[in-house]
């Protein structure tokens, strides 16, 4: 009998018993209205992610993507509810720490690429890791690595005005990658390409990620790239729901 036949079938496991990376726990986010109201954006939203899991974050615009993955990151703070990054409650601690926590554990990347205009493409890569602490000539070489890993080995020196649109989404995967975070925060990350260059980008996306064994969550309304993710959230009114 051949190797091939009598080697049993492989079973995946799927992420289910993997650590948590971060939690949320009933939160709540509302904004002032004009008229003196309040527009309560997210309601009593639940949210487990674990190592390795690839969440997308769907629904229709203004609904509370970006609203959610600020909060989960530390950007905005909630109305009320917790967010947790590994045992810390990020609220609570002080702006500082937190900065430093989301700097080590967290990356972002957005619909605009929000590179640092006047740096070189290297040089942006780099920052995140400089500003940890780590030594320049190891952050550069770092960044030269990813850069590498994204495709732009021939960009290195070229300033964000001299990149175009897709190579700027890569280079800002690169950076939100340099400090080996444990969860990535996505915000439409190809929102802003054409079909094809969205594509690319993604697939760069992932294969990082899956080479890191870096969480992934991608607020997204496209459902053709929220469908290849692992797990589906809606927000809806407010609601997160889990669609899969
Ligand atoms: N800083 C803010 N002040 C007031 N309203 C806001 C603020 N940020 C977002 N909103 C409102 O919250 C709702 C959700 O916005 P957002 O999270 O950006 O939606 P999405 O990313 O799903 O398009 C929208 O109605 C938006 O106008
Ligand atoms: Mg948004």
Partial sequence: MSSQ???????????????????????????????????????????????????????????GKSTLLHLLGGLDTPTSGQVFIDDHEIIRMKEVDRCSLRNRKLGFIYQ???????????????????????????????????????GMTRRLEHKPAE????????????????????????????????????EQVFRVLLRLNEEYGTSLIIATHDMMLAEQMDIIYAVEDGHLTRQN
């Fill in 5 to 63: 036949t009598s080697s049993p079938s492989i079973v995946l496991p799927g992420n289910h018993g993997n650590p948590i990376v971060m939690e949320a726990v009933n939160l709540c986010k509302s904004f002032k209205e004009g008229s003196g109201g309040e527009l309560q954006v997210l309601k009593n939203v639940n949210l487990t992610v674990r190592a390795r899991e690839k969440i997308a974050i769907v629904g229709a615009s203004g609904s």
């Fill in 112 to 150: 605009f690429h929000h590179l640092l205009p006047e740096f070189t493409a290297q040089e942006n890569v780099a920052m995140p890791a400089l500003i940890k602490g780590m030594p320049p000539y190891q952050a550069m070489s770092k960044a030269d690595v990813l850069l590498e890993k994204v």
């Fill in 163 to 198: 990149l175009s649109g897709g190579e700027r989404q890569r280079a800002a995967i690169a950076r939100a990658m340099v400090n080996e975070p444990q969860c990535i925060c996505a915000d439409e990350p190809t929102g802003n390409l054409d079909k094809a260059t969205a």
